[in-house]
């Protein structure tokens, strides 16, 4: 089966930019090598972007990724990156009757707000960290609320350098908070390692693997092991 996944028209204007139509819904974090912690999907809908060095970014229309009744979207992000050091703030905010019965008192929204922090060492290394949280989530325990996850990455595939690598290391937390995160690696309800490593056989030809052991966080009856391994060859043209 065929299905759309992005189609949009965008606007560039001196300060600004814009852009209407389905299209890729990512968290601020979603620079860091295992991917995003928050969203990684697609929305119909509208963006606006500005800024250089401090660039926000505001969204708002419709999520049906895993939704049987579609989910209104709204969000505000800010990203800083320069020299060293990339960080971000985002705010996202859902509305659906699927999420009334995980929602405290009911509610038909979930608010989700995330921070992320990384800093390049030099041109090879870099460490970085995320941390999301879902204020009206129903969860006797907090810690449920919450995800993160913490990555060192070394180089990275260059599609237009034939032979260029890349490898990351991270520890990720995949809870409450994670509602549409990047899941090559680990998965929703996981804890645990995820390594990674991306290389360019061939100009525009980039191979990818990713393996994660850990846990699954929602179990406690000593069944709880998960191991995850993906592959991709991307042919970039």
Do not use: C
Not at 22 to 34: D, H, I, R
Not at 156 to 174: E, F, I, P, V
Request: aromatic share 14%; proline share 0%; net charge neutral.
């Amino acid at each position: 089966t065929v299905t759309l996944k992005r189609a949009y028209v965008q606007g560039d204007y001196d300060k600004f930019q814009v852009r209407l139509g389905k299209m890729a819904l990512v968290s601020t974090e979603n620079y860091q090598a295992p991917g995003s912690l928050i969203l990684d999907s697609e929305f119909s809908g509208a963006q606006l972007s500005f800024g250089d060095e401090f660039k926000a970014k505001l969204e708002a229309g419709r999520l049906s990724d895993g939704f049987a009744d579609t989910a209104s979207y709204q969000s505000a992000q800010v990203r800083y990156d320069k020299n060293k050091f990339m960080s971000g703030v985002g705010f996202y905010r859902f509305g659906s009757s699927d999420l009334a019965a995980s929602t405290t008192n009911n509610k038909e929204r979930a608010h989700i707000w995330g921070a992320d922090l990384g800093y390049r060492f030099d041109k090879n290394n870099v460490l970085s960290g995320a941390y999301a949280h879902n204020s009206k989530l129903d969860a006797d325990d907090s810690s449920d609320k919450k995800s993160y996850q913490v990555t060192y990455a070394y180089k990275g595939a260059d599609a237009k350098d034939q032979g260029s690598w890349g490898a990351y290391l991270s520890y990720r937390y995949l809870d409450g908070a994670s509602l549409k995160a990047t899941q090559d690696g680990a998965l929703f309800l996981t804890k645990g390692i995820e390594i990674g490593a991306n290389y360019t056989a061939f100009k525009n030809v980039v191979l990818s693997a990713k393996y994660f052991n850990g846990k699954d966080i929602s179990k406690d009856d000593g069944k709880d092991k998960v191991q995850h391994l993906f592959g991709r060859v991307e042919f970039l043209f």
